[in-house]
């Protein structure tokens, strides 16, 4: 495998015969490199190569089991278990992760520094702790499900990041590293949940997170807990001295501040 790699030239597609190999697979040429039949791997698959692509190809690894350091590349159709799925990536171009899955003890997928990078996972199954730095541009995430793994939690450094058609375990938790993000979540679901309950309620109030083309709001909180509406933290109030906080523009109108007193 390794002299067919050496061989090949840009543009080439290198074919791997069905099997299970003792070793890694460093793809450093802007290749495809794709798996005839089952074609496991007990090593780390490394892509060091701008435009290179991978597709067809299992692989199992005691640590990391995958690791990208270049752009437009892309990951299809492919297995990658680890202690992490992908971990301390970089790229400063477009990663596509498609058809594949994505299993981590600790990671399931985790870019580091990497300047306007663009990721994109469609139609992949992911467990493990998933997180992008806040150099990546964009992230995309389409038809994809979350599994429930050691670490349920996705977390966006970057200011934009589109999820559509997604299903998250019931204990996933999303947040956003950055004040000011912007997530647009379409046609997903929770499993025995609201996709609302994703998001904590800081993120809501200091990021623009729309479900279904609903802006999702909270108004206010008590201690920790934060509320849709003024009312509802209201509603909430037990005997006793509380204290309601008013958070993210909320206002009250001369009715209200009637009814509800000062």
Do not use: P
Request: proline share 0%.
């Amino acid at each position: 495998i390794d002299a067919a790699i050496k061989a090949a030239q840009a543009g080439d597609t290198v074919t791997i015969k069905a099997g299970t190999y003792a070793q890694g697979l460093n793809v450093n040429k802007a290749i495809t490199v794709v798996g005839e039949g089952e074609v496991n791997f007990n090593g780390k698959l490394s892509i060091t190569a701008d435009g290179a692509t991978v597709k067809n190809l299992n692989f199992k690894n005691s640590d990391t089991a995958c690791y990208v350091g270049a752009k437009d590349v892309l990951i299809e159709g492919c297995t990658l278990v680890g202690s992490n799925g992908l971990y301390q990536s970089y790229t400063s171009g477009t990663v596509t992760f498609k058809n594949s899955t994505i299993t981590g003890a600790t990671y399931g997928i985790h870019f580091d520094g990497s300047a306007n990078g663009n990721i994109v996972i469609d139609n992949c199954v992911i467990t493990g702790w998933t997180s992008f730095a806040k150099t990546i541009k964009k992230v995309t995430m389409s038809g994809t499900t979350f599994n429930e793994g050691n670490y349920n939690y996705i977390r966006f450094y970057q200011e934009e990041a589109v999820i559509d058609g997604c299903t998250f375990n019931e204990k996933m938790a999303v947040d956003f590293a950055v004040a000011g993000a912007k997530a647009t979540v379409t046609d997903s679901t929770v499993v025995n949940g609201n996709i609302e309950d994703l998001f904590e309620g800081a993120d809501i109030v200091n990021s623009t997170i729309t479900v279904d083309g609903v802006k999702l709001v909270r108004e206010a909180k008590i201690g920790d807990v934060y509320y849709e509406t003024i009312a509802e933290a209201i509603a909430a109030v037990g005997a006793g001295d509380v204290v309601i906080d008013l958070v993210a523009n909320a206002t009250l109108d001369y009715k209200a501040r009637e009814a509800y007193g000062t």
